[in-house]
């Protein structure tokens, strides 16, 4: 895809996830809005996946640390042809296959169920190790939350990765600097994040812009091509990107916007698709 | 007497998986630098590419056995009960129970006879944790044989197996031509008419030894042996308990959760009974010898033999 195709694409992506949030009355959409462009590069671009055949046995694994950016996933999902734009709607209502956090046993395309922080970055490493155990070349990618590095376990797995040298494990850390008390500098902070990564023996790539798509692909390909150990990827993002009311507000990490805000929100989005027409 | 085997249960499982793992290439084995007291350590000098040990991390292990199940392996992951149970029981029950994976847990050191070690690593509350995760086997065998066989049974199950070891030495009791072993049932070891002891773990030799002592007082007990705490084998002893009355149960866990909470539930169901529960009463354990401690929490032949006559009286 061009850059214009995916930024078209990551715009629809957050109408997908705005919308879904809207209707559920609930659900996180900073988080999912700040790694769009990441998971439309991963589905889109990166990954070798195949939305007819979701569990295809070569297929790249992704999985969602950060599990309550479920919008986000589920969005990219559907826009990619996983299962119908439509039922983005449906999110976290009673009897819909979209559960609040990702549940891989009824949405096509998860690879895991994930929601508590922390889980998902181990599982990845399991993966990637299962993988080599089975001289399977396929990659496994796991997206974390800025916050979520909090917890102790990711930095047991990070400590994993790094021993075994999972070179074909990819984590991204979404560094949209607020988690849901504020900044995560004034909660508890996690920086420097890629000194760590480095001292868990990681390669570690800076992406400093995690919304210009020349940057995102230059990123991913320094992952795939680096060998003998994990690589990090620390995205420095923008939480509620698109949505100027949400843009860099902790409030809207977990909070739906009424029928205004919507309104308000989706002509934003709509604005972008306009300067992309 | 002098000459029956003993074997500790943990020996079993280093022992059995070492079997399975011949079978079937896609076993593996996770420790948490514990290797050489759960003993699987038989199993990395076997396949020493199939084992991965953690280092001392139970949370990320429980993570690393779900990724292992997801890319086609059938990992068994080691600890003591109190961390893989315990210190991890979120990871279990998000990483493994919620996503229904294809892992098994090999808890060892469980319960009291831990011995010297003292409360801090004496898990008692394991069987408890276990059962409330939707979809879960809960396994307490009681010998060596019966050990080696649930961790045969749980490589042909599919989905998550909890299954729980011991440290010390126990005798061996199912040594006998026609034992059969399945998943969820099980076993009439001694008939009786007077009162059901249903019995788990280390309990199990211990519960026969009461039946003796019992019987030598006119008091005709029936031992039922339950390896598989869930699924419960509630037919098995809502039938015995129609015959005899009277239900005592018998476990080396908390009286709160375990094989005894679960015999309750079975038998409030349809045939309420009275219910005697042998085991922790919801109290912490201490340091000594495995064979002090459970003389002194009344857990040997002797110890359930004065409760059932307690009980009986």
Request: hydrophobic share 40%; glycine share 10%; proline share 4%.
């Given at each position: ?32 809005l ?15 996946i ?20 479920a ?37 096509p395309?998860?690879d ?12 990845a ?20 939350g800025?916050?979520?590095?909090q ?19 990819c ?34 790539i ?50 739906a916007?009424?029928?205004e ?7 934003d ?9 | ?21 011949k ?6 084995v ?26 001392i991390?139970e ?32 990871q279990?029950r998000?990483s ?6 294809n892992?098994?847990i ?29 979809g ?18 749980a ?19 199912n ?31 211990s ?21 598989t ?19 005592v149960?018998?476990?080396?866990h ?17 045939f309420?009974?009275?219910v005697?529960?042998?085991?922790m ?6 340091s000594?010898?495995?064979a ?22």
């Amino acid at each position: 895809m061009t850059n214009l195709e995916l930024q078209k694409t990551a715009n629809e992506v957050r109408k997908g996830i705005v919308t879904g949030v809207h209707a559920a009355k609930a659900g996180h959409p900073g988080g999912s809005l700040s790694a769009a462009d990441i998971y439309t590069y991963l589905y889109f671009e990166e990954m070798n996946i195949d939305p007819k055949d979701p569990k295809k046995a070569d297929r790249d694994r992704f999985v969602l640390s950060k599990g309550h950016t479920a919008p986000g996933l589920y969005s990219t999902l559907a826009n990619r042809g996983y299962f119908p734009v439509e039922d983005l709607v449906t999110l976290r209502k009673l009897g819909s296959y979209l559960q609040g956090h990702p549940c891989m046993q009824h949405v096509p395309g998860v690879d895991m169920s994930s929601g508590s922080l922390g889980q998902g970055i181990s599982v990845a490493c399991g993966i990637a190790l299962g993988a080599k155990m089975s001289n399977a070349d396929y990659r496994v990618y796991t997206l974390l939350g800025d916050g979520e590095i909090q917890e102790g376990q990711v930095w047991e797995a990070s400590m994993f990765a790094g021993h075994r040298k999972l070179d074909n494990l990819c984590v991204i850390v979404d560094n949209n600097g607020l988690q849901i008390d504020g900044k995560v500098e004034d909660v508890c902070s996690p920086y420097p994040i890629d000194k760590k990564f480095e001292a868990f023996n990681f390669h570690v790539i800076n992406l400093d812009d995690a919304h210009d798509f020349d940057k995102i692909r230059a990123a991913f390909k320094e992952a795939r091509e680096t060998k003998g150990m994990p690589t990090a990827i620390i995205a420095h993002s923008l939480k509620g990107k698109g949505v100027s009311f949400m843009e860099g507000n902790a409030d809207w990490h977990g909070k739906a916007p009424n029928d205004e805000e919507y309104a308000v929100a989706m002509a934003d989005l709509e604005k972008i698709a306009q300067q992309f027409a | 007497m002098a000459d029956i085997k003993k074997v500790a249960t943990r020996e079993s499982y280093g022992n059995a998986l070492v079997e399975v793992g011949k079978e079937n290439p896609n076993v593996v084995v996770l420790d948490a630098d514990l290797a050489a007291a759960t003993k699987t350590g038989v199993f990395k000098k076997a396949f020493p590419d199939r084992h991965i040990d953690c280092g001392i991390a139970e949370c990320n292990m429980t993570g690393i056995a779900a990724g292992l199940s997801l890319a086609g392996k059938i990992p068994f992951m080691s600890s003591f009960a109190m961390f893989a149970a315990g210190r991890a029981f979120e990871q279990v029950r998000n990483s493994i129970g919620y996503p229904h994976l294809n892992v098994k847990i090999g808890a060892t050191h469980a319960g009291i006879t831990v011995g010297e070690d003292g409360a801090s690593h004496q898990c008692n509350e394991d069987i408890a944790l276990m059962r409330t995760i939707p979809g879960m086997v809960v396994m307490c065998p009681a010998d060596d044989i019966e050990a080696k066989a649930a961790v045969h049974a749980a490589v042909e199950y599919e989905g998550p197996v909890y299954i729980r070891f011991g440290r010390a030495a126990v005798p061996v009791i199912n040594d006998n031509p026609d034992y059969k072993f399945e998943i969820g049932k099980g076993t009439i070891l001694r008939e009786g008419t007077d009162v059901t002891i249903v019995a788990t773990g280390i309990c199990v030799d211990s519960a026969l030894g009461a039946a003796e002592l019992l019987a030598k007082d006119g008091i005709s007990a029936e031992v039922i042996n339950i390896c598989t705490i869930k699924p419960l084998d509630e037919e098995l002893i809502i039938n015995s308990a129609k015959k005899t009355g009277k239900v005592v149960t018998a476990e080396e866990h908390s009286v709160i959760g375990g094989l005894g909470s679960a015999v309750c539930d079975a038998l409030c169901k349809s045939f309420p009974a009275p219910v005697c529960k042998i085991g922790m009463q919801d109290i912490f354990g201490e340091s000594g010898s495995a064979a002090a401690l459970v003389e002194k929490y009344k857990l040997d032949a002797k110890g359930v033999y004065e409760q059932v006559k307690e009980f009986l009286a």
